[in-house]
T-cell receptor
Framework: EAQVTQNPRYLITVTGKKLTVTCSQN?????MSWYRQDPGLGLRQIYY???????DKGDVPEGYKVSRKEKRNFPLILESPSPNQTSLYFC??????????????FGQGTRLTVV | RKEVEQDPGPFNVPEGATVAFNCTYS??????FFWYRQDCRKEPKLLMS???SGNEDGRFTAQLNRASQYISLLIRDSKLSDSATYLC?????????????????FGAGTQVVVTP
């Protein structure tokens, strides 16, 4: 089954404790991206990647890191989480490649609480 | 000012009725447009793309007005299962651009509640 898989689905952590949210897609998509969703603000892009070893900042990159060592995986790293990073996080992937198909396929989301 | 703005709703719609709502975008250079559906904090899923000439997909009709910089979504014969939040998505670049992926802008969503 074609899908984007995020783990964990739910996470409660303490301020300053490094964490990683994993994202994996099995559709051989070039493009992957991370978003956070907060009430009234919609989805805001954190980082995106157009290919292996190619990443770029989105609209709200501060406090986050990403890596794209393999095509299928795009982990999101919070080196020192803070309470303002409490949010619902979505990973997404897309075929892209300028072929007119930019439909984004989303993972099921990770609800992160930083206390 | 937000790049993409939507009326948050909720739009309360009797089953079988028609509902329509708009989304405005601020960047006149925006090239491609989409409606996504999101159920109760689950992942968004593509509902339909929006083409310049307008397009239909079953009970759903999408329109684009470039002069006034808005897109609309109309749902006819509403079903209980249409209850969801509808996200407007705008892309600053052409879908045929190799860099288009990084430029998606999401609205905060319009909530639709269909009642029996």
């Amino acid at each position: 089954e074609a899908q984007v898989t995020q783990n964990p689905r739910y996470l409660i952590t303490v301020t300053g404790k490094k964490l990683t949210v994993t994202c994996s897609q099995n559709m051989n998509h070039e493009y992957m991206s991370w978003y956070r969703q907060d009430p009234g603000l919609g989805l805001r892009q954190i980082y995106y990647s157009m290919n292996v070893e190619v990443t770029d900042k989105g609209d709200v990159p501060e406090g986050y890191k990403v890596s794209r060592k393999e095509k299928r995986n795009f982990p999101l790293i919070l080196e020192s989480p803070s309470p303002n990073q409490t949010s619902l996080y979505f990973c997404a992937s897309s075929l892209g490649q300028g072929v007119g198909n930019t439909e984004a396929f989303f993972g099921q989301g990770t609800r992160l609480t930083v206390v | 000012r937000k790049e993409v703005e939507q009326d948050p709703g909720p739009f309360n719609v009797p089953e079988g009725a028609t509902v329509a709502f708009n989304c405005t975008y601020s960047n006149s250079a925006s090239q491609s447009f989409f409606w996504y559906r999101q159920d109760c904090r689950k992942e968004p899923k593509l509902l339909m793309s929006v083409y310049s000439s307008g397009n239909e997909d079953g009970r759903f009709t999408a329109q684009l007005n470039r002069a006034s910089q808005y897109i609309s979504l109309l749902i006819r014969d509403s079903k209980l299962s249409d209850s969801a939040t509808y996200l407007c998505v705008v892309n600053l670049l052409s879908p045929y651009s190799t860099d288009s992926w990084g430029k998606l802008q999401f609205g905060a969503g319009t909530q639709v509640v269909v009642t029996p």
